[in-house]
């Protein structure tokens, strides 16, 4: 849902526990996700052959190194506006989290309706975009800030009750210091 543009090129890394397991279901999870966008009856059986057809090159990297998470996968995709990337952890048995957006440190479970923004990070932001949905009786269930330095570029990830009408979204474009948003669901 963030990656943008046609799709050129799909990277798989897998740590820790992740690239002990056969990554055949993993990828053709991960390319069932992409794929959709081009075809609904998609799965993750006939993913992968969808993706050859449409000329991606597909890479599925096992690292051996330990890191920070017990098990950890990165999704990287190349796109004519560039590469975009994610990351995501499984906390215990079955909580999976949201841990890199773009190369930003966020914690966050993907649940239903979220919003993703990339702003400014500057005094008053939290409490514009709260007023703002709060304006509209948008209540936020979670609420995850991550950034790469003091006054940078900074990313936010919440999430919402309800699916976010288009009105709202164009509203929290307009905030200042709000360089995107958009509207996840899961």
């Known amino acids: 849902?963030?990656?943008?543009?046609?799709?050129?090129k799909i990277s798989i890394e897998r740590e820790g526990a992740a690239a002990g397991l056969n990554g055949k279901p993993i990828t053709g999870a991960v390319l069932a996700g992409f794929m959709r966008r081009y075809s609904e009856s998609v799965n993750m059986v006939n993913a992968p052959y969808l993706a050859k057809e449409r000329g991606l090159e597909v890479s599925d990297v096992r690292h051996e190194r330990e890191g920070i998470y017990q098990t950890l996968l990165r999704v990287t995709v190349a796109t004519e506006q560039g590469d975009r990337s994610v990351a995501g952890t499984l906390f215990g048995t079955d909580s999976p989290r949201l841990v890199e957006i773009f190369g930003v440190g966020i914690e966050a479970a993907l649940e239903g309706h979220m919003l993703y923004i990339v702003n400014e990070d500057a005094p008053g932001f939290i409490g514009?975009?709260?007023?703002?949905?709060?304006?509209?009786?948008?209540?936020?269930?979670?609420?995850?800030?991550?950034?790469?330095?003091?006054?940078?570029?900074?990313?936010?990830?919440?999430?919402?009750?309800?699916?976010?009408?288009?009105?709202?979204?164009?509203?929290?474009?307009?905030?200042?210091?709000?360089?995107?948003?958009i509207p996840l669901a899961f």
């Open 1 to 8: 849902q963030l990656a943008h543009g046609n799709l050129t």
């Open 128 to 181: 514009r975009i709260g007023t703002l949905l709060g304006e509209h009786d948008i209540n936020i269930g979670t609420f995850h800030l991550g950034r790469r330095e003091a006054g940078g570029e900074a990313t936010l990830l919440l999430s919402v009750d309800a699916p976010i009408p288009a009105e709202v979204i164009k509203q929290a474009c307009a905030l200042e210091g709000v360089k995107l948003a």
